[in-house]
């Protein structure tokens, strides 16, 4: 087959985009053989065992084996029993360990910057700002492999310090099927669709797996002032003052008593916040930023960001989108 036939094939057997299945299929010199089974198994597959440390009696401390293109995970017929699973997997690792990663890695292209970005407006020229939208942020990316740690105990494996998934579970069996068919499990490794992963495995069969001791806090609770008359007297718990906080505010009858908050950057560089009523008309604020206006010179209101001329209507502030905004007054061009 020629190459646009190859990723016809693989498109049409896993459902994957064209980018993903020229990837896959340049990561095994165009063998469709070695690819994903049809649309429901092509999820993410492992790449290789990076290293695999055992505690055998013959080995001192631990042996490392490095996983490649074939790594140890394609197995047959897989037994039902999980510790049978678990001794397959690790057996086959073993036995093509030694071969080298030759799959080509995901190249990472340096691009310009991209993203979302206003084209900005002009309120003399009542023109409003515009959203540019990134024309490459709906497209697909392939993830870049990872790297995860399993540790097979006496009672079951862990993935990385998380929690441990007991072999006498029978969920916990199905994904030692998966692993040894060359599947990853999204949820047992926490990796994403079409994503390849190094899998560093380490065998403490006759270890007992041993829960982290909880982290220690500092000291909460309460406390006893000494030389107390009364043995045993609390300390009653300190109340942060308000007083202090109320005096940095303005007094409420200058904020207003309504609901929809606008804070107003006169044109003359003072800052306003007032509270609005969310049924008042538009005009209401500008009725207030014109009896705070000592200028004869005609003006409008804008919003801040993105610029946005506000007209003066019969809408009312919850309509306009005025609550929480900031409002900048600006003079017209004579």
């Keep these: ?58 080995d001192e401390d631990t042996n490392l084996f490095t996983g490649g ?21 690790i057996k086959k690792a073993e036995r093509e360990g030694s071969e080298p990663d030759r799959r080509r890695p995901i190249e990472s292209k340096k691009s310009k910057f991209t993203g979302t970005g206003y084209k900005l407006g002009s309120v003399d020229k009542a023109v409003e700002s515009q959203v540019i939208e990134d024309a490459k942020q709906k497209g697909f990316k392939v993830p870049e492999k990872v790297t995860r740690t399993i540790t097979f105990w006496k009672e079951g494996f862990q993935v990385g310090d998380g929690q441990l998934y007991r072999y006498d579970d029978p969920e916990n069996a199905d994904y030692l099927r998966q692993l040894n068919s060359g599947r990853a499990p999204l949820s047992l490794l926490n990796v994403e669709m079409f994503q390849d992963v190094d899998v560093t495995v380490i065998k403490k069969m006759d270890e007992s797996y041993t829960p982290p001791k909880p982290k220690q806090g500092g000291f909460t609770g309460r406390g006893q002032r000494l030389g107390s008359p009364v043995p045993g007297e609390r300390i009653p718990e300190p109340v942060i003052a308000e007083t202090a906080q109320k005096k940095e505010q303005p007094p409420a009858e200058d904020l207003g008593s309504g609901d929809a908050k606008v804070q107003i950057r006169m044109a003359d560089g003072t800052r306003l916040i007032h509270m609005f009523n969310s049924n008042d008309s538009v005009s209401a604020v500008f009725d207030f930023v014109s ?11 804008a919003f801040a960001f993105p610029m946005k001329v506000i007209e003066r209507d019969s809408k009312t502030i919850r309509e306009a989108g005025l609550i929480n905004s900031v409002v900048v007054q600006r003079w017209k061009q004579s």
């Design 1 to 58: 087959m020629s190459e646009g036939q190859l990723v016809d094939k693989f498109r049409e057997l896993t459902g994957a985009p064209e980018t993903v299945a020229r990837h896959f299929l340049s990561q095994n010199n165009n063998d469709l053989e070695v690819k994903p089974e049809p649309k429901r198994d092509h999820g993410p597959q492992i790449k290789s065992f990076s290293d695999i440390k055992t505690q055998d009696d013959d």
């Design 69 to 89: 293109e074939k790594s140890g995970l394609e197995v047959e017929n897989p037994d039902k029993n999980p510790l049978g699973l678990v001794e397959q997997l």
């Design 291 to 301: 009896s705070h206006t000592d200028s004869s010179r005609d003006w409008n209101l």
